[in-house]
């Protein structure tokens, strides 16, 4: 008998092991344009509620470890979209986002906290960098992942994984330089963002 077999098949299952539980980089471009960031302000005047669908970036995401989540999410100021065109033509001109200077807005993670999972769905607060218009913020935001293992294929019928991100958190507008302490009557300072948005890792 091989006594060195046992030893051998040892080292193998730990290798298939460590292959199976090596972290997981997702895609957050989406091809068919469904992810998006809702946004809202409520005023003593107005309320306004928008979208903006430019969103890409790559995550890092280990389902064995998933409080070790490391990456970038960016949205692209161009396509913030307001249903009214004269506060949209606002919402992008110089004052406001200004999307010609400032084309992109954008979260890094740095860590994260209180990390439950629970049936494939991970809560966690995330502390990170956001960047709008030029200035940087660390905050830190509600965070829901959801990780589809091989549920790629129902969604754009490639094989592969799925990572669903949701969150709910509030910036101000004072704090990035978003046409400061004007018109709070009708832009609050503080803007509601939901953003709900899937990435992929084909295989």
């Known amino acids: 008998m091989n006594t060195k077999l046992p030893t051998l098949l040892l080292v193998m299952g730990l290798a298939v092991t460590s292959a199976g539980a090596a972290p997981i980089e997702f895609n957050f471009k989406d091809p068919k344009g ?105 905050i830190s935001i509600p965070i829901k992942m959801t990780y589809l293992k091989d549920k790629l294929k129902a969604r754009t019928g490639k094989d592969g994984d799925l990572l669903v991100l949701r969150s709910s958190f509030s910036v101000k507008r004072s704090d990035f330089g978003i046409n400061a302490a004007k018109m709070e009557d009708k832009v609050s300072d503080e803007i509601e963002l939901n953003l709900s948005i899937a990435g992929a890792a084909p295989r």
Do not use: C, R
């Open 34 to 138: 469904v992810n998006n960031v809702v946004f809202k302000t409520d005023a003593p005047l107005e309320s306004i509620n928008g979208t903006a669908t430019g969103i890409s970036g790559l995550v890092t995401f280990d389902p064995e470890n998933p409080g070790a989540i490391k990456g970038k999410i960016a949205v692209q100021t161009a396509t913030m979209h307001l249903g009214n065109p004269v506060q949209k033509e606002h919402l992008h001109g110089d004052n406001w986002m200004n999307v010609a200077k400032y084309p992109e807005i954008s979260f890094e993670v740095s860590n994260s906290k209180n990390v439950k999972t629970e049936a494939g769905v991970t809560t966690a607060d995330v502390a990170g960098t956001m960047t709008i218009k030029g200035i940087s913020k660390t």
